[in-house]
């Protein structure tokens, strides 16, 4: 069956130093992939969607990469604050041709002071 | 231009009872998705409606889960006879399109069952 595995333990990390959140999945095949931020009781914000044929994407200080061999995304921020602890999902998407998405467990980041 | 709305956003219901859960999508979005969340765990997909149409409805419990989508108006999803296993955050999402999508999702509506 599908599965999406994200790192279940919380990372916790320094202000201005570089977050770096994995998402591997199997048995799936998308056509895009994206990230969203999630913070305790609200809906998930969509950060970033990347398609299968392109290898990173880039925002502002986040970075995303994605290898279709490798069934593996990268999702980095830089010169992470405070601001951007939250839950960070991976989600993918694309299969059957319209948007349903298969939702990783998501990764915990807490930035320190 | 207003987000994905839903209401309401928190809902106590006692077993046995029903649940309606409504969701605005945004402006100019024609796709609505269901997904529910479990504490600690991922979002899980429900159900995929198009403008009075369910897409696919693959992740949604075959009994006493339903959803529609009308003509006019917001999108519903109704959970009969509600188990204190019910109990979780539903999410609605929107989108433009069907494919290649972004999925803009509302904040969510709490339900625990007593």
């Known amino acids: 069956s599908q599965k999406i595995e994200q790192n279940s333990e919380a990372l916790n990390i320094q202000e201005g130093k570089t977050a770096t959140l994995t998402c591997n999945y199997t048995n799936y095949s998308p056509a895009y992939l994206q990230w969203y931020r999630q913070d305790p009781g609200r809906g998930p914000v969509f950060l970033l969607l990347i398609r299968e044929n392109e290898k990173e994407k880039r925002k502002e200080r986040l970075k995303v990469t994605f290898d279709t061999t490798l069934k593996q995304s990268l999702f980095h921020i830089t010169a992470s604050q405070p601001a951007d602890s939250a839950t960070y999902l991976c989600a993918l998407g694309g299969s059957g041709g319209y948007n349903k998405l298969i939702f990783g467990a998501g990764t915990r980041l807490a930035v320190h002071p | 231009n207003a987000g994905v709305m839903q209401n309401p956003r928190h809902l106590v219901r006692r077993r046995g009872q029903e649940a309606r859960l409504r969701c605005s999508p945004m402006k100019g979005h024609s796709h609505v998705y269901w997904y529910r969340q479990l504490p600690e765990e991922g979002l899980k997909f429900m159900v995929y409606?198009?403008?009075?149409?369910?897409?696919?409805e693959s992740g949604m419990p075959k009994e006493r889960f339903s959803a529609e989508f009308p003509k006019e108006g917001p999108s519903i999803l109704r959970i009969q006879q509600v188990v204190r296993g019910d109990s979780a955050a539903y999410f609605c999402a929107s989108s433009r399109g069907a494919v290649l999508e972004t999925q803009y999702f509302g904040p969510g509506t709490r339900l625990l069952v007593l």
């Open positions: 409606l198009q403008k009075e149409n369910i897409i696919d």
